[in-house]
């Protein structure tokens, strides 16, 4: 069932580049980064290169899928996957896991903002006091932009996408003159186990660029712009992502890296004067802003499609007709992750959300290299003009890739498993995302039950 006639096509090509970058070059490298430096040193940059393959690999499946008739609908690869096979519930699981998700990454983005606005204000704001309502003032002022329409998303995410590129442009080209080698040695700090170690949670900064497939119902002409624009504004991010951390692992030593509340703004006053320093650092504000904008879209979107579909309550799926926009669903939304954040229980949503994002590739990848055989109809509609060898051997590479992430979380999470108790872990709120992927994917199959029973009974 189509969910989309409502939503408004306000979105072009600039605003959907702005939506990408923006939920790509948030919090992920500015916080990430420094903190999985601690396990592998420098090496950091050669990780961020070596995902970058699996990361283009993944994204030939979207831009396939967004290239057919399904492409002009918001439902990503919940719409992608259940079409493709047929069915619903594979779907629907992989579409809870990244709700919840993305509920757990808003109310993350909202804390790392008021973090940084914080360390910005020079002394004026503390932590204590002021962090808990400058993030929820956060999700409130986003949520208000989005109840207004989305062509008011795409204005505010192009202005601060704006002031974000001017402030990577001051704190990489200056920096790359302000490097010195030493401190790129040792490279690997922690050796081959370190360094493999930090390949699920780096991920993480690349992790999100699926969004833009969400807003595909609102995009003009979306079947032929949508599948270039993942392509080329992946290479960008990429770009954006070794280049920061070259000039960050370059220009300050690994112990002064980990031990700073605001890596990159300590970076930049190492060779910036102090207004072009906390010019950075109001970008950094702008980096994580724009992925907090975006990450606002996704949930209620996918409210719409599972809506549609009979799956979800059909209140979910309302468009405000004034303003084309799910009000419910973004009230929702609003809702949960300022509970997230009031109660502190934000790890229960943020800590699935790598492993799930990844069996959610997989998953897509599969996809695509079943739909010649699945869905001969929709692959016949295909437009992008990506030949099908090239297609198949994405989809292997993606499958292999995002199978390998899964493994070495699974290791990673299993020597957190042996040497704690399962109270230790709960008491401590440091539940691995293995146990709370299984948790998620329980409670999500009993309300997919409840779904389909109460989808029979109409």
């Known amino acids: 069932m189509s969910a989309g006639p409502g939503l408004r096509r306000d979105l072009g090509t600039i605003q959907s580049y702005a939506a990408l970058l923006g939920i790509l070059i948030g919090a992920g490298i ?25 990361v283009l690999a993944t994204s030939v499946g979207y831009s396939v899928f967004l290239s057919t008739p399904l492409g002009t609908e918001p439902g990503g690869e919940y719409l992608h996957i259940s079409r493709t096979f047929g069915g619903y519930r594979v779907a629907f699981i992989g579409a809870w896991l990244k709700v919840i998700s993305y509920l757990g990454a808003l109310a993350y983005l909202a804390n790392a903002l008021a973090d940084y606005v914080i360390q910005l204000s020079g002394g004026a704001l503390t932590a ?3 962090r808990l309502p400058l993030a929820l003032g956060s999700l409130i002022f986003f949520y208000l932009v989005h109840v207004m329409g989305v062509r008011w998303f795409g204005r505010i995410q192009v202005a601060m996408c704006a002031l974000l590129g001017l402030s990577l442009v001051v704190l990489i080209l200056p920096g790359l003159t302000a490097i010195r080698p030493a401190n790129y040695r040792p490279f690997f700090a922690r050796g081959a186990s370190g360094f493999l170690a930090v390949l699920p949670p780096l991920f993480f900064s ?7 497939a969400q807003t595909a119902g609102e995009v003009r002409d979306s079947t032929r712009r949508l599948p270039g624009i993942f392509l080329k504004g992946i290479l960008a991010t990429a770009a954006v992502f070794i280049l920061i951390t070259i000039v960050a692992f370059g220009v300050l030593p690994l112990d002064r890296l980990r031990a700073s509340d605001a890596p990159m703004a300590e970076v930049a006053a190492v060779y910036l004067p102090a207004g072009a320093a906390a010019f950075v650092s109001l970008g950094v504000i702008m980096a994580i802003a724009t992925s907090l904008n975006a990450t606002m879209l996704i949930p209620s979107r996918l409210g719409v499609m599972l809506a549609g579909d009979g799956l979800a309550p059909r209140w979910l799926g309302a468009i405000a007709g004034a303003t084309g926009t799910p009000v419910l669903g973004l009230t929702l939304t609003l809702a949960i992750a300022a509970a997230l954040l009031i109660s502190g229980q934000l790890s229960l949503a943020l800590t699935v959300a790598v492993l799930a994002l990844v069996i959610l590739y997989l998953l897509h990848s599969a996809a695509l290299l079943a739909l010649p055989r699945r869905n001969p109809a929709l692959f016949a509609a295909v437009t992008a003009g990506i030949p099908l060898p090239a297609q198949r051997a994405a989809a292997v590479v993606s499958m292999i890739a995002m199978a390998g992430l899964i493994g070495l979380q699974v290791m990673r999470d299993a020597r957190v498993l042996g040497s704690t108790s399962f109270v230790e872990r709960l008491s401590g709120r440091s539940l691995t995302s293995v146990e709370l992927v299984v948790f998620w ?7 997919y039950a409840l779904a389909r029973r109460a989808r029979r009974a109409q």
Request: glycine share 12%; proline share 7%.
């Open 30 to 54: 500015f916080r990430v980064t420094t903190e999985e430096g601690a396990l592998t040193g420098p090496s950091v940059i050669l990780a961020y290169v070596i995902l970058a393959v699996p």
């Open 441 to 447: 994917t329980a409670l999500g199959f009993v309300m």
């Open 128 to 130: 204590g006091p002021h």
């Open 206 to 212: 690349y992790a999100g660029f699926e969004s833009l």
